[in-house]
């Protein structure tokens, strides 16, 4: 299992890069200055990570609420991956669309592709942090002896 400070830099570090590619990306490919862009990768990436925590929050407590458990069913694992999706475009579509004076419809578009990038991204990401800093083993008892 990894360590505090270990998530500390996992996050981050997921981050960052992230933006240092999606802001220059996406300036390029949507004809957007890259000011603007930066701008509104940062708030979204900002926005996306206290509604992660609120949503992930939320959906325990109704889970409890409803099932007495917090154990994900593959069913679920799905609803819960499209209703966090659906909640992020609900706050993001109007803040794109405002920012950058966008209709409603091209905000979607930019939204959508930033979920495709973030979701190619976190799996080559996190691939590529696991091979470079490994998860420790956890302490396991030799045989015969008593932990």
Known sequence: ????????????????????????LGAMVFDTPIKEMGVVTVVSATIATGWNYLYNLMFDHAMLRRRGSVIKTPLIRVLH???????????????????????????????????????????CF????????????PDRPVAGERG
């Open 81 to 123: 991956a499209v209703l966090f999706e659906a909640g992020l475009l609900l706050v993001l579509i109007p803040f794109i669309a405002l920012y950058l004076g966008v209709s409603l419809w091209t905000a979607f578009v930019m939204d959508v592709a930033f979920a495709g990038f973030y979701l190619i991204y976190a799996f």
């Open 1 to 24: 299992m990894r360590r505090t400070a270990d998530r500390i830099r996992h996050a981050l570090s997921f981050e960052l890069m992230a933006l240092a590619i999606i802001t220059p």
């Open 126 to 137: 996190n691939w590529g942090y696991d091979v470079i800093f490994p998860i420790p083993e």
